[in-house]
């Protein structure tokens, strides 16, 4: 039985290079209409938990509009047409943000970040052995990026007084780090 709800009625209300926005005139299981009902389309987007052979795990520096300030991050980026797969997109963005190319991948979780109003979904990978091999190759809006190659030891204990600041990246680290058995 399905028990999701129906749409009765879509409309978009904007249309841009990162971005849908559409309103949905939904239908419950209980009969209830909920009128609009916003959803969020954006590509999906991949995190990368890269780990250096001396144990360190590459950050980056980038400044994030939304909030006004600089996060430290772990690399990561959305997919777009030039990505077969998620791996793939993984894969480039660790190379275009760091210079850095890994060794051993490893697709640790595809989690939804926010299934109540957004669409995509985040593929989170495990790259060991990672190594410097390459120049930057930013693109437009990373301009400033910054490579931090921290020990482990010093990201996890940072976590909880905010040295990463985006949640979902605070739960990739977790995950990951906890399948490459190097959580205390």
């Not at 990373?142 to 949640?167: K, N, R």
Request: proline share 4%; aromatic share 8%; charged share 25%.
């Amino acid at each position: 039985m399905d028990d999701g709800w129906k749409v009765l009625e879509t409309r978009t209300i904007l249309q841009d290079r990162w971005l849908n926005l559409r309103a949905d005139d939904c239908l419950t299981p209980d009969g209830v209409t909920i009128s609009p009902y916003y959803v969020m389309s954006y590509p999906d987007w991949v995190n990368i938990v890269a780990i250096t052979p001396d144990d360190r795990l590459l950050l980056v520096r980038q400044y994030r509009h939304a909030a006004g300030r600089f996060f430290l991050e772990i690399p990561g980026g959305g997919l777009d047409e030039r990505d077969v797969d998620s791996e793939k997109a993984a894969r480039r963005e660790l190379e275009e943000e760091t210079g850095y190319i890994a060794q051993n991948w490893q697709l640790i979780s595809t989690l939804y970040p926010n299934p109540a109003s957004h669409t995509n979904r985040l593929h989170t990978y495990l790259a060991t052995g990672a190594e410097r091999r390459y120049q930057q190759r930013l693109d437009a809006g990373e301009e400033g990026l910054t490579v931090h190659a921290l020990p482990i030891a010093e990201v996890l204990d940072g976590l909880q007084a905010g040295l990463i600041g985006q949640a979902l990246h605070v739960s990739s680290i977790l995950l990951a780090l906890r399948v490459a058995g190097r959580l205390r």
